[in-house]
């Protein structure tokens, strides 16, 4: 009899213990903290996000503006005409919190080199409610202009604070620090500005963005705050950026410095970045 019984429960306490093991295991996947993504990004249209690259991935982007759309638009189409600017960059995660890239662009020729770490990363436990993120960006003048090559240099220094509040909207500050070694008489080799910058999903494959630079003390002469807003559009390894903006720079130093355009009044351009991500 007690053989028996014991043959009886031998099973029943194995699928006990069974069910128990599963139970715990599930448990144990739900509660797995990991990063939030609060941008699609690494770069909202201009201004660096607390997006990062995962480790050993790569980020190809192609930057295009064109001319102002409210000028002559019959005659420029809408100023599609007239290229501006155009940037092609790389960035590379070194890991998953570091990353660097290099790029150039055609206004100038400007060289830039850049670096981005993750200092904090907001997490789906709610233990740690916001992402920081230093960013650091050297650009050198490569075009021919009869002057020092240490009068080419240009630096960008930035802090970029981020939360995501919900599926929807996730929003950023970022205090900056642009500095030139050599500029016109008039202007600042020192310039501060509080960039801001917002996402909004409408859907798994849509989201609206919009930035803003408000220099902080003296800016340059005839320039303004600049603004854009664009449409975020996610198509798998893609991300496709369509914008509008009052400035023709991509690089955030010469954002605060060389803005002449102002977006309400009418001075807006056309633009588009693409971005492909690559896993290696």
């Given amino acids: 009899m007690k053989a028996q019984l014991k043959i009886f429960l031998a099973p029943v306490i194995l699928l006990l213990f069974s069910i128990q093991s599963m139970a715990q295991m599930e448990r144990e996947r739900a509660n797995v903290v990991e990063p939030v993504e609060t941008f699609w990004t690494p770069t909202l249209i201009s201004q660096a996000t607390t997006e990062h690259l995962p480790a050993g991935n790569l980020n190809v982007t192609i930057m295009h503006n064109f001319g102002i759309a409210t000028t002559n638009p019959i005659q420029n189409f809408f100023g599609l005409d007239n290229i501006q600017n155009v940037r092609l960059g790389l960035d590379f995660g070194l890991t998953n919190r570091w990353s660097a890239g290099i790029g150039r662009s055609s206004l100038f020729n400007v060289v830039d080199f850049r670096t981005k770490y993750a200092l904090l990363r907001q997490n789906t436990d709610g233990s740690k409610p916001i992402s920081i993120s230093l960013k650091g960006d050297l650009g050198i003048v490569t075009q021919e202009n009869r002057q020092p090559f240490k009068d080419d240099i240009s630096t960008l220094t930035s802090a970029i604070i981020s939360k995501k509040f919900n599926e929807q909207i996730s929003f950023q500050l970022s205090p900056m620090y642009g500095y030139f070694t050599s500029v016109d008489t008039g202007d600042n080799n020192h310039l501060f500005s509080l960039g ?81 991500i690559f896993g290696l």
């Fill in 196 to 276: 801001m910058g917002t996402q909004i999903n409408l859907s798994e494959r849509f989201g609206f963005i919009a930035e803003y630079y408000p220099i902080i003390g003296e800016k340059n002469l005839n320039t303004n705050n600049a603004f854009s807003l664009g449409l975020n559009i996610q198509t798998g390894g893609h991300v496709f950026q369509l914008f509008f903006t009052s400035t023709r720079w991509h690089l955030e130093q010469y954002v605060l410095a060389q803005n002449r355009e102002l977006f309400w009044a009418g001075d807006f351009r056309f633009g588009f970045n693409v971005n492909r």
